[in-house]
């Protein structure tokens, strides 16, 4: 079976931080800007299949 691409994270052991909350604010918001033009992207190009 091939490597996997994607492995599980394990949770962090008791005490450590998680990493600074401004990188986190900056992968979550970029994250949702993404998902948005990916989904305008769909919209619009069903849209236009409308009208061919």
């Given amino acids: 079976?091939?490597?996997p691409v994607f492995?599980?994270?394990e949770p962090l052991p008791d005490g450590?931080?998680?990493g600074p909350l401004g990188k986190?604010?900056?992968w979550f918001v970029g994250?949702?800007?993404v998902?948005?033009?990916a989904?305008?992207?769909v919209a619009y190009a069903m849209r236009a299949?409308?009208?061919l």
């Fill in 16 to 18: 450590e931080p998680e």
């Fill in 49 to 51: 299949l409308l009208f």
């Fill in 35 to 37: 998902s948005m033009l």
């Fill in 24 to 26: 986190r604010l900056a």
């Fill in 1 to 3: 079976m091939p490597d």
């Fill in 31 to 33: 994250i949702a800007l």
């Fill in 7 to 9: 492995r599980p994270a």
């Fill in 39 to 41: 989904v305008a992207a």
